[in-house]
């Protein structure tokens, strides 16, 4: 698991420990082991026969179960010698030169590599004497140079441009590992465990924990080593992860204490003390079978598991948390019958998430564009090679030499070259790497805006976002809680109370409720600097109220000491169900006391007694719980307090009471105290909320508090935005209005309800998943929803798993919400959420920017090759000079503009959304326009360039001839023009100003700079294998001045209105829906659908019609036809049939008399008889459609 991994940097330093046997200890490494195999009620007896009980064991490890270890430094590393590290080596990276041999598998790379080994072949093989004159002009000039001497330089330039895009391409690769590994790794170091040392507890690194540490293990914790259980509170164990099974499994000392690595705690708390680490661990011991450490690479690979895919494995299984099976929940129910279920099964059958917006359109961009470029690489090579054949065989008349062949073949394979980088230029093979760039980059930068991305596409997926669902506690508000106000004896006091104001007993149990009945791990330290605020510890609710004790002067601590963890009766810990915990103590007279703290609302309804003013209890019945509510509760939380309810019950010695019936338990309590406890709001919130709205991102409150409290925080926040008609719901009415008579939920009616919904207050996990997943699946807009979650508890893992985007909390987050999370908020804060749609939207632009540069670089490079070929049978851009333009556009050009940095002018627009195609019509026609310039220029050039710079024509050169000033300036210019076209590239919105913010980003200058210097050195010392000539400065300067003129004709390009563009299906995807992305065909599906049914609508209208006019004729032929019927009544005299039917019939709905088929979706028939249709006979319809099935 990621969490038992240690930075990878460090795996090669310390390798792999074997650990000695015995070691001093009264247990050795084996024994350890073969005892974790064991379970339940067997591993008790194991322990009971080999060591006396857990204490035993503690003292064979030389542990203390209280204190812990109390050794040094020295001695952990003896420890670690023995029984081996808390680190499983982790697989090993590709080497570099693996990296280059995948490269070199790419298709048309080997094309290349192909034609150029021919090329060479070729070249070095001389025709056998005779006259070569009779082979035509095709071998006229080769023997100014000698065939052999320079024909060979051309196949091995392409081979070193080969080489210099695989390199380029493995360096990418292998850059990408790395820093992907040091993300890990950094998620790796940040993994704490709190353990017991010395007598005080520390958060030590996974990595660092020793067999003999005593661990404390809590709500929400991945164990990171295997250990048995010393002392726990209603511990309930998810071990899916390694049995499979999703069912909780209850720990406890005296029936099953042990507990295993990799497993989650999904309720209650304890200690235990670890006897397995690392590859020795049961998740260890899995790792190696599987091979982890890299032994069983090769077989891992032939089964196409993923790159990490025992570590994937069993974190995919873990994710399979009993939260996550029970809150899939039936699918969502529609009228539409079984194909949301059928979607759903679709969609949940893949291991992964569907593919990301832009991962989808840009798949179809570059499927598309790649079979537009095999088209026109192959219509090249067809006609220069009949051009050829026509030309010399035909018009030439000459006959077919044997000595001719290999200058023949030379040609053809000179054509089949130039075909193949018309291909190479036309693949946008730079997008991925494009998309990879700029996501890796994002990543990097989005670290310092306390974003850990665990999934890339999580990055790019954010700029899309529609819909925010935030949690309230730590996200919106600071999560540093204090109590503000409370209600004590009868007095309701509005700041914390003098402790003379409280009675002697109130004030006792007060102390001992709080201090007792609250995790022993939360505590509240010394600050760490002068004149700062007290460090909070653990729960922060639970910190809260142990400042109230401080602030009534009294100290918790004494309080703890005389009741110990270990003398804890029975401990009923906080969960999302219950909304409240319990503890049971041993009173020193005998009998028992149960203290209890919760949501006010649920514990109020459990009390039959309250605390007066001198600290006697009297009756508290339903009046005196409504006077609370009202005047107390309701109050505290109309300004933002979130209210508890502090209560206690005694039970005797004798009968003890059934402590697993917890509603007997919990019942008939006596209410201490009400208190009211502010968690302001975070000061930077309310300005971040605003700039989502504005950029078009609803965000809503999902939060566990009372509706009141949530309310007035939503207001404060500014999701509550005044003068609108907003839903603030409970989880009971959430669901009440969502779900059918069956208890089953509906889309239609949660289609009714989120559009409005802001606030769900009291909701627990499944509402969370319910709300997530309905909005996600609802079609009732013109997008579908880009829903991003926030959660910080182990509940909270099915609803942060569903969501597009899941945020979890980095401080007070648990392990299984932060597994289950895409991105992980290092600061808890909402404004970070806002700098991740900044980044995401920045991706996108990005990505937007180096395809607007790329494409027309592809169209020009596809058409001046194609073209120049047809007409002059040779390219004018040359096979290498062709690979430096696509090292350019691709590599550097992904570089420099994936690179730029994001503004807050990003969060001025609305999300682009799935639908929008991936080329806009501004970018469509800068696209156009620059091509059309570029052209422009190079056939100019191409046709009378020779006369404007008084230089020999490079039209129609003989094979192996010297490179030609001509073709060496059309290939300057090209350059040039990209050069600067790449500078008008960095705005995609039609913005003037194309050097805005352009020395923000000193990747692209340099990138500019230096790829003008590389070419110069081309032009001027590339001579034969760049097919270039040295020119003047006076050619340099003109090559200049056109490449300049690409700004001046952006800035032309930018009047020019984009309005009568339409962006062509071949560039967004043959339908917008289908640029969607996630499951082409599902989508292809739903459009067809829904054209299908509007056709079909609009055919049912007129057939419907045109039944209803046959079938009245044949009524009334009927009716005069029976001649002993009674007569019916006239219809009230209306309209007859001629006048247009809508005057008559209204809602096509009502009009049943169509086909059996499509009976049940229509409406019931209109048994209005004021209806001309309804007064042909009591049931009408049914009666006129037996008319017509017997006639």
């Known amino acids: 698991m990621g969490d038992l991994a240690n930075s990878t940097g460090d795996a090669g330093a310390r390798g792999r420990r074997e650990p000695c046997p015995g070691g001093g200890f009264g247990c050795t490494l084996p024994e350890l082991r073969a005892l974790m195999e064991l379970r339940g009620a067997e591993a008790l007896l194991k322990v009971q026969e080999a060591y006396g009980d857990v204490h035993g064991l503690c003292r064979r490890l030389k542990t203390s179960p209280t204190e812990g270890l109390a050794e040094g430094a020295a001695e952990l590393e003896r420890r670690r010698q023995v029984f081996g590290q808390n680190w499983i080596p982790p697989k090993r990276p590709k080497t570099f030169a693996e990296l280059v041999w995948e490269a070199l598998q790419d298709v048309t790379l080997i094309i290349l590599e192909v034609a150029a080994v021919v090329s060479l072949g070729l070249s070095f093989y001389a025709p056998p004497g005779g006259d070569t004159e009779a082979c035509g002009h095709v071998s006229g000039g080769a023997e100014d140079e000698g065939e052999a001497e320079a024909g060979w330089i051309e196949g091995a330039a392409i081979l070193l441009s080969v080489a210099c895009v695989v390199l380029v391409t493995a360096f990418n690769d292998w850059s990408k590992e790395r820093q992907f590994r040091g993300l890990q790794s950094r998620i790796e170091q940040e993994q704490r465990f709190a353990v017991v040392r010395h007598g005080r507890q520390l958060q030590v690194p996974v990595a660092e924990l020793v067999v003999g540490d005593v661990a404390q293990v809590k709500y929400g914790d991945l164990l990171p080593a295997d250990g048995i259980l010393i002392q726990g509170n209603d511990l309930k164990i998810d071990e899916s992860a390694l049995t499979g099974e999703s069912d909780h499994v209850r720990k406890a000392v005296d029936k099953d204490p042990m507990l295993l690595s990799g497993t989650h705690v999904m309720e209650g708390s304890g200690k ?187 990055c790019e997926t954010m700029g899309n976002a529609t819909a925010i669902c935030s949690d309230k506690t730590g996200t919106l508000t600071t999560n540093r809680m204090t109590v503000v106000q409370a209600f004590v004896g009868d007095t309701h006091f509005r700041a914390p109370p003098d402790p003379a104001n409280i009675a002697p007993r109130t004030l006792d149990l007060l102390v001992q409720a709080i201090a007792i009945n609250s995790a022993y791990t939360t505590k509240i330290l010394p600050p760490e600097s002068a004149g700062g605020l007290p460090r909070q510890v653990g729960n922060k609710t639970e910190c809260a109220l142990l400042g109230l004790v401080l602030a009534l002067r009294r100290d918790y601590e004494a309080v703890r000491a005389q009741v110990p963890e270990e003398r804890l009766h029975k401990v009923y810990t906080f969960n999302s169900v219950r909304k409240s915990m319990s503890t049971v103590t041993r009173l020193p007279a005998g009998g028992f006391r149960l203290y209890s703290k919760g949501a006010s609302e649920i514990l109020l309804r459990k009390c039959c007694a309250i605390l007066g003013g001198g600290g ?141 919904l802001r606030v769900l207050a009291r909701s627990s996990p499944t509402d969370k998943h319910t709300l997530v997943k309905g909005i996600i699946d ?109 090292l350019i556009m691709d590599t550097f050009a992904s570089l420099a503009l994936a690179t730029e940095p994001p503004t807050e002018a990003l969060l001025l627009r609305k999300p682009y959304g799935r639908n929008k195609p991936l080329i806009s019509r501004t970018m469509m026609k800068n696209i ?35 490179p030609s000033e001509h073709y060496t300036i059309i290939f300057n210019t090209f350059v040039m023009m990209q050069l600067f076209n790449e500078i008008n590239a960095r705005k995609i919105h039609g913005e003037r100003n194309v050097f805005d913010g ?36 006076e050619q340099w300067l003109w090559c200049l001045f056109v490449g300049v003129g690409e700004l001046v004709w952006g800035q032309v390009m930018a009047w020019v209105p984009g309005g009568w563009l339409r962006c062509p ?47 009245m004729r044949v009524v009334r032929a009927f009716r005069s036809s029976l001649a002993g019927t009674p007569p019916r009544p006239e219809p009230r005299p209306g309209p007859p049939f001629g006048p247009p039917p809508e005057l008559l019939f209204g809602d096509t709905r009502d009009i049943p008399l169509i086909d059996d088929t499509d009976a049940e979706s229509e409406a019931p028939p209109n048994r209005n008889n004021n209806h001309p249709l309804g007064r042909l006979g009591p049931p009408g319809p049914p009666r006129l459609h037996s008319l017509e099935t017997s006639l």
């Open 272 to 458: 235990m003390v670890v006897t397995a680490v690392g590859v020795n661990s049961q998740t260890g011991i899995i790792f190696t079978l599987l091979g982890a450490g890299g032994e069983e690479e090769e077989k891992k690979e032939k089964k196409g598991k993923p790159q990490d895919g025992a570590v994937e494995n069993i974190q995919n299984k873990a994710k399979k948390q009993d939260g996550a099976v029970a809150m899939e929940m039936q699918p969502l129910k529609s009228a539409e019958g079984g194909d949301v279920d059928e979607r759903e099964r679709k969609r949940s059958s893949g291991p992964k998430k569907e593919k990301s917006v832009l991962q989808g359109k840009l798949t179809k961009l570059a499927v598309q564009i790649g079979k537009a470029g095999l088209v026109m690489s192959a219509v090249t090579v067809i006609i220069l090679v009949l051009y050829f054949v026509i030309e010399t065989f035909v018009v030439e008349g000459r006959a077919w030499l044997a000595e001719c062949t290999p200058v023949y073949v030379q040609y053809w394979v000179k054509f089949f070259i130039i075909g193949v980088t018309v291909l190479v230029v036309a693949v946008p093979e730079g997008l991925p790497l494009a998309v990879t760039i700029s996501l890796a980059y994002s990543v990097k930068k989005m670290m310092r805006d306390n974003n850990l991305v665990r999934h890339l596409d999580a």
């Open 928 to 962: 156009l326009g620059h091509a059309a310039y570029q052209l422009v220029i190079i056939f100019t050039l191409l046709f009378v360039g020779e006369v404007f710079f008084d230089i020999d024509s490079g039209r129609n050169a003989p094979l192996h001839s010297p």
């Open 778 to 886: 609802s079609t009732i807009g013109d997008q579908r929803q880009v829903v991003a979650v926030t959660g910080d508890g182990t509940n909270d893992g099915p609803a942060l798993k569903k969501a597009d985007v899941g945020f979890a909390m980095g401080i007070a987050g648990t392990d299984v919400a932060k597994e289950a999370s895409d991105i992980i908020l290092t600061d808890d804060n909402f404004s970070s959420i806002v700098k991740a749609v900044m980044w995401g939207r920045n991706v996108y632009d990005s990505i937007s920017k180096f395809l607007q540069f790329q494409l027309t670089v592809n169209v020009v490079a596809v058409i001046v090759a194609f073209t120049g070929a047809c007409i002059t049978q040779d390219s004018p851009l040359k096979a290498v000079q062709m690979l430096w333009v696509n």
């Open 998 to 1033: 352009i020395f923000a980003n000193p990747i692209f200058c340099s990138i500019v700079l230096g790829t003008f210097a590389i070419q110069i050195v081309i032009v001027q010392f590339g001579g034969k294998p760049f097919s270039c000539s040295p020119l003047s400065a």
């Open 1065 to 1111: 299906g071949a560039v967004a995807g043959p339908a917008a829906a289908e640029a969607a992305g996630a499951d082409e065909e599902e989508e292809e599906e739903e459009i067809d659908l829904a054209e299908r049914e509007l056709r079909r609508g609009q055919v049912l209208w007129v057939r419907g019609l045109n039944r209803i006019q046959t079938q």
């Open 616 to 756: 006697e209890a009297r009756a508290f019945g339903p009046r005196d719980r409504e006077d609370v509510v009202r005047k107390v509760v309701e109050p505290m939380a109309a300004a933002g307090l979130r209210t508890l309810v502090l209560a206690f019950r005694d039970f005797p010695p004798v009968p003890e009471p059934p402590w697993e019936d917890e509603a007997a338990v919990v019942g008939e309590l006596t209410c201490i105290a009400v208190v009211g406890i502010e968690d302001p709001v975070r000061p930077e919130v309310p300005e971040a909320i605003r700039k989502c709205q504005r950029a078009g991102i609803t965000v809503r409150m999902v939060t566990g508090d009372n509706l009141n409290t949530a309310r007035a925080i939503a207001a404060k926040c500014g999701i509550l935005p005044p003068g609108e008609d907003w839903l603030c719901l409970e989880g009971k009415e959430f669901n009440r209005r969502i779900r059918n008579e069956k208890g089953e939920i509906e889309q239609e009616r949660l289609d009714k309800v989120w559009p409005k």
